[in-house]
T-cell receptor, first 116, second 114 residues
Framework: AQKITQTQPGMFVQEKEAVTLDCTYD???????LFWYKQPSSGEMIFLIY??????QNATEGRYSLNFQKARKSANLVISASQLGDSAMYFC?????????????FGAGTRLFVKA | DTEVTQTPKHLVMGMTNKKSLKCEQH?????MYWYKQKAKKPPELMFV???????INESVPSRFSPECPNSSLLNLHLHALQPEDSALYLC?????????????FGPGTRLTVT
């Protein structure tokens, strides 16, 4: 069975500092993609970053980077230079070959609070 | 343009009402999804349409009826809902159903059933 685990229900970070949100996953899929989404209080889920299981390099998108350690089955999100607008819920998610790509498995989420 | 639009933003309906939620995307995506999200929980998949055909129904009660009139539109028809159906309903789309494509979500419809 596929599973995503986010062990940090809530995180605080000072503005302009970096923060790491943890994500571990479990799958028997030979091919899979890992995603991070941000959900502000308004409700919209915003796609942040993607890492494919065969990608050799860690993904980066602006201030977001994904620390992918395949052997440890972890895909942590690093946000550099936090901004007040980064305060939101963050979901780690996975889609895999055996689920046909239809199903996205979400973690429970981590709520990030950025302090001024 | 990576926009998925949803209407209405808010909906209050009685248990005997019939209403519809609408979702639209113009990115040429061929997979579209309905999710239900309760407060402080991750989204739960309800339905998936791939190339305008229903591919997945996650054992959703028949009081929810999806419809995909064309590749850009997705509707969710609601009838005889229960108070526990109150939630945020999110629509999403992706290029197709391949596992390496990200999903783009709409802003959601906040549904309250009275």
């Amino acid at each position: 069975a596929q599973k995503i685990t986010q062990t940090q229900p809530g995180m605080f970070v000072q503005e302009k500092e970096a923060v790491t949100l943890d994500c571990t996953y479990d799958t028997s899929d030979p091919s899979y993609g890992l995603f991070w989404y941000k959900q502000p209080s308004s409700g919209e889920m915003i796609f942040l970053i993607y890492q494919g299981s065969y990608d050799q390099q860690n993904a980066t998108e602006g201030r977001y980077s994904l620390n992918f350690q395949k052997a440890r089955k972890s895909a942590n999100l690093v946000i550099s230079a936090s901004q007040l607008g980064d305060s939101a819920m963050y979901f780690c998610a996975m889609r895999g070959f055996y689920t046909g790509g239809f199903k996205t498995i979400f973690g429970a989420g981590t709520r990030l609070f950025v302090k001024a | 343009d990576t926009e998925v639009t949803q209407t209405p933003k808010h909906l209050v309906m009685g248990m005997t009402n019939k209403k519809s939620l609408k979702c639209e995307q113009h990115m040429g995506h061929r997979a579209m999804y309905w999710y239900k999200q309760k407060a402080k929980k991750p989204p739960e998949l309800m339905f998936v349409y791939s190339y305008e055909k229903l591919s997945i129904n996650e054992s959703v009660p028949s009081r929810f009826s999806p419809e995909c009139p064309n590749s850009s539109l997705l509707n969710l028809h609601l009838h005889a809902l229960q108070p526990e159906d109150s939630a945020l309903y999110l629509c999403a789309s992706s290029q197709d159903d391949h596992w390496n494509y990200e999903q783009y979500f709409g802003p959601g419809t906040r549904l309250t059933v009275t």
